[in-house]
Structures are given as C-alpha cells and as structure tokens.
C-alpha cells in the first residue's frame, strides 16, 4: 500500500448576484477563483485501485481523506479510461465516505514533464456539491504534481452565498464568501484574531455603491462593518442574512491621506476599512494595523503612488479608540529607513529595512508610473568621514 501526502486549499469567491426577497440568499451560480484561503490538508494518501464499486477506474488511482475546517472530504486522483498513462481527473466526495461513484469531477491538464516533476493544471471548473440535500455550485481549480513516488494536490474550492441586506433605512447587495471550505456561510470570526490573510472565516461584502469592488464595504460574520457612517454586524442563518446595528457608541480613525485601506486588529474587533480624508467610526479597542494600501489620489480611475505596509501586528506600536474621541492613525509615510549590516567571509552585506512610524514593515511603494521607486545608494565613511565606499542597494 502506498501513501504520500496531498495539501488542499479551500478559497470561496463571487461573481454575479441574484435578487430575491430582502435577507434571503441564494448561492452564487458560478463563482469565480479568489485568493482568500483556508488551507486543508490530506494527511494520509492511500492506493485506491481500478474499483468499480467505489467509482474509481485507474489502477494506480490514489485517494485521500481531507483534514481542516472542511473535514469529511475524501479526494482521489483518477482518469476517465482505465488504460490512461497519467491521471486526468480528480473526484471529490463531499460527503467523506470514499464512495466516488456519482461524484463530482474536475479535469486534470497535463505537462510535459520537467526536472522529472511532472505537473498537470486543474480548472477553474464548476462542479456540484451535495450537501445536507443542497446542491451547491463549487468553483475548483488547482495543479497536481508528481516526482517518483511522491505526489501532490493543491485544490482551491470556491464558493458563496448572495443576495440583498437592509442597512438602516436603505437595502445593499451582499455576499457572504466561505472563507474556511465547510460550505456553511455562518461561521463568526472570534478573538483572539490574526491577519485577514490567514483568516479561515466566512466574509461579509457589502456592495454600497451598486457594483461589487475594491471599495465594497467588507468583514467577517460577526464583526463589525462600516455602512453609511454606522457600525453593523451582519448574520447568518438557515440562508438568511440580518444586519444589526451596533449599540455601542464608537469612536473615529482619521489617516491623512487621499485614498486608503487597512484592516485593524484589536483585542475584541477585528475592522476592514476603506477611508479617505473623513474619520471613520470603529468600535473602541485597542488596534494594531495589518495588511493596508495608502493611495496619493482620492479616483480609483486614476493612477497614484502606493505605500503598501504589513502592519504593526508583529512587534509594531498599538492605539487605543476611545468612545466620542478621534485618532490620527499615521500609516506609510513618513517612513524610517535602518541601515543593517554583517560580514560573512570577509564580505560585507548592506540591507535597508523600511517601516511605518507604528513600527510596521513596508512591503512595497509604486510610484504614479506604475513603477518601483529606484533603488538608492549607501555611503560607508571612516572616522574623518570620507567615503571609503558606495553600497549600491537592489531589490530583493
């Protein structure tokens, strides 16, 4: 019997919207890839053989049993025809019980092989899930690799839920995007919390200009969302959807720039925000920032200069809101370059670490062009403070 390993990530998406009553929520016909994530994984990857009761045709069939937030998954790795060299299909049984017979396929594209790793491309390909007596439209796309023995899966599934909200006195489309791969649409993000990177939740989007975008009001079931200068909290239910305001009084961020987005960690909220020059309402906390893009112009439509920062989450300064008070939360500039350097045989290495002032990493600035700023120069000078040398710096 042979085993290896097999990892599959769990991605859910949107595409377009259907209406029905307000609050009621559909799923998404065909949801597109996305790139937020919760990663499951296979941790043990039997032979599964040509077995025709099970569904599966190719002798060397492979079948694994999926591990995470959507455990009860089973997946193998098959072909359409018994006599095929390579594999071409993967089945996935939604229900976990390893039975593929009458499961859902997706196609495996293979490639030539290179450095005697041979790869095959998956999708995007809509299939069905059967679930608890639902049909749900999954979007799976993905690559599948083998090298000798050893061989795996990287699966991305993709898929929502849809529909209107009220807001007040006014009603806004709404996705709810399964973040975690379990196909429930309900599951509240709690603290304590991480960056919305690796945030295995379900999430909230709020089209309030019409259109789903960039500037789409977004969080997760259960937190707090900024719709029309008020805090909400959006739930989910037996397919329905609800948004409550929140009844405790908040405070305002200010960021001194034209056009900008960040989310906000504190001890009990987690808040995405998507700001300009006007303060915004959050819950009181205390926050660290994570993950935000500062613009130099306020039109989307128009190109800018961007700052994009990894946060202060990790060793970086925190901020405390308080009710009725406004903070001026400084993200990119000004920035603060350190010089750092070591030697390693007889070799000097000069690296330029930039942050924001709350102490949190810059990860890229784009000019208006489109492009990178050009990399700059170091002088290293001796105690008369002449230049001895010229350290000429380049992205890495």
Same mark, same amino acid.
């Given at each position: !019997? =042979? =085993?290896t390993a097999i990892c *599959?990530? $769990? *991605?859910?998406?949107?595409?377009?919207? $259907?209406?029905?009553? @307000?609050g009621d929520l559909t799923f998404m016909k065909k949801p597109p890839p996305s790139r937020t994530n919760a990663r499951m994984y296979v941790s043990r990857f039997v032979h599964g053989g040509a077995d025709k009761a099970r569904g599966l045709v190719n002798e060397h069939s492979v079948v694994g049993d999926l591990r995470g937030a959507a455990s009860g998954v089973a997946v193998a790795i098959d072909s359409a025809k018994p006599d095929a060299k390579?594999? &071409? @299909? *993967? %089945?996935?049984?939604?229900?976990? +019980?390893? #039975?593929f017979k009458n $499961? $859902?396929?997706?196609?495996i594209k293979m490639r030539p092989a290179q %450095? #005697?790793?041979? !790869?095959? @491309? *998956?999708?995007?390909?809509? !299939?069905?899930? +059967?679930i608890g007596g639902r049909s749900v439209p999954v979007t799976v796309s993905g690559t599948y690799w083998k090298q000798a023995e050893r061989r795996g899966l990287s699966l991305m599934m993709s898929a929502g839920v849809e529909g209107e909200c009220k807001f007040g006195s006014k009603t806004y489309p709404i996705r709810v995007i399964d973040g975690n791969g379990n196909l429930k649409f309900a599951d509240a993000l709690k603290p304590p919390f991480r960056p919305s990177s690796m945030m295995p939740f379900d999430k909230v989007v709020v089209a309030t200009d019409g259109k789903f975008s960039t500037a789409s009001a977004t969080s997760y079931i259960g937190q707090p969302i900024f719709v029309d200068g008020k805090l909400y909290t959006v739930s989910v239910a037996n397919m329905k959807a609800k948004a409550s305001p929140m009844k405790s009084a908040g405070g305002k961020? =200010?960021? &001194?720039?034209a056009r900008w987005s960040c989310t906000l960690i504190g001890k009990k909220y987690f808040v995405t925000l998507n700001g300009g020059k006007d303060p915004i309402v959050v819950p009181p906390d205390e926050y660290v920032t994570a993950n935000y893009t500062v613009y130099t112009g306020a039109d989307p439509r128009k190109r800018s200069a961007i700052i994009r920062g990894y946060g202060s989450y990790r060793g970086g300064k925190s901020f405390t809101v308080a009710a009725g008070r406004t903070v001026d939360v400084q993200l990119g500039a000004p920035i603060e370059a350190t010089v750092m350097s070591s030697v390693r045989s007889g070799k000097v290495r000069i690296n330029l670490m930039m942050k924001d002032p709350l102490g949190g990493r810059i990860s890229s600035i784009v000019t208006s062009e489109g492009r990178r700023p050009p990399p700059p120069s170091i002088d290293v000078i001796d105690k008369a403070e002449k230049i001895v040398y010229t350290a000429k710096l380049a992205y890495g």
């Open positions: !019997m =042979k =085993k *599959i990530m $769990a *991605i859910a998406l949107c595409g377009s919207y $259907a209406l029905g009553a @307000v390579q594999p &071409d @299909v *993967i %089945r996935v049984d939604f229900t976990g +019980k390893g #039975n $499961a $859902a396929t997706a196609t %450095r #005697n790793v041979t !790869m095959g @491309v *998956i999708g995007p390909e809509l !299939m069905t899930a +059967k961020v =200010k960021v &001194d720039a």
